[in-house]
C-alpha cells in the first residue's frame, strides 16, 4: 500500500461540473502540496497547505490532519483543466511522497 | 525571477552508459531534489541537495549521484544505465529554512534503449 493514495485515478467530466480529487496519507505530514502536470511533463505548483482551506480561482483545496486526507475541488471546469493533478506529502523538511496522480479530462 | 530549468529536454542513451542531467535553480533557492517519474507513475524521490551536501537519499541505488555548486545548479549522474532508467526525471529547488514548497522544472525525459 502507498503511503499517499489518490481517488480516483480517472476522471472524465464535463465542462461546468464540480470535481473532486482525494488524497489520503498514512505517514506524517509537515504540509501537503497539490500539482498539476500537462502532457509533457512540465509541473506547476497549486497549493501548499498544512491546515484548513486554501482557495486560487476556481481552485480549492482542504486538509484535515487528524483524518489525513486532503481533497482538491474544481468548480466550473473547463477542458484546460484536463492534466494530471498530484498530490505530494512533504514529510519532514526534505522529502516529498508522491501519489500516482488523477487523471483528468473535461470535455466541451 | 528565473525559474527552474533543466537541460537537455531530451535524451537518448544506450544501456551501459553514463548519463548527466543538469538543473538550475530558481533565482534564491539554495535546496534542489531529484525526482525520477516513470511513465503513468508519481515522482519518487532521488535525493536532495542543500549547501553542496546530500540532505536526504530515497531508495535509489549509488549509480545514481549528485552534485551541487556554489551557485546551487545542481547535476544528477546515473552510472551503468539500465533499461529500468528510462523516466522523466524532474528537479525542484526550494529554500531551506522557509516554507520548503518545491519548484518544479519541466523535466528531461530520458531514454535508454
Not at chain 1, 484548513?52 to 481533497?71: D, F, M, P, V
Not at chain 2, 549509488?62 to 544505465?81: D, I, K
Request: contains cysteine; glycine residues 10%.
Amino acid at each position: 500500500k502507498n503511503e499517499v493514495e489518490q481517488s480516483p485515478q480517472n476522471l472524465t467530466a464535463q465542462e461546468g461540473e464540480f470535481i473532486t480529487i482525494n488524497c489520503s496519507y498514512s505517514v506524517g505530514i509537515s504540509a501537503l502540496h497539490w500539482l498539476q502536470q500537462h502532457p509533457g511533463g512540465g509541473i506547476v505548483s497549486l497549493f501548499m497547505l498544512s491546515s484548513g482551506k486554501k482557495k486560487h480561482g476556481r481552485l480549492i483545496a482542504t486538509i484535515n490532519i487528524q483524518e489525513k486526507h486532503s481533497s482538491l475541488h474544481i468548480t466550473a471546469s473547463h477542458p484546460r483543466d484536463s492534466a494530471v493533478y498530484i498530490c505530494a506529502a512533504l514529510s519532514g523538511t526534505y522529502k516529498y511522497i508522491f501519489g500516482t496522480g488523477t487523471r483528468l479530462k473535461v470535455l466541451a | 525571477e528565473t525559474g527552474v530549468t533543466q537541460s537537455p529536454t531530451h535524451l537518448i542513451k544506450t544501456r551501459g552508459q553514463q548519463v548527466t542531467l543538469r538543473c538550475s535553480s530558481q533565482s534564491g533557492h539554495n535546496t534542489v531534489s531529484w525526482y525520477q517519474q516513470a511513465l503513468g507513475q508519481g515522482p519518487q524521490f532521488i535525493f536532495q541537495y542543500y549547501r553542496e551536501e546530500e540532505n536526504g537519499r530515497g531508495n535509489f541505488p549509488p549509480r545514481f549521484s549528485g552534485l551541487q555548486f556554489p551557485n546551487y545548479s545542481s547535476e544528477l549522474n546515473v552510472n551503468a544505465l539500465e533499461l529500468d532508467d528510462s523516466a522523466l526525471y524532474l528537479c525542484a529547488s526550494s529554500l531551506q529554512g522557509g516554507t520548503y514548497e518545491q519548484y518544479f522544472g519541466p523535466g528531461t525525459r530520458l531514454t535508454v534503449t
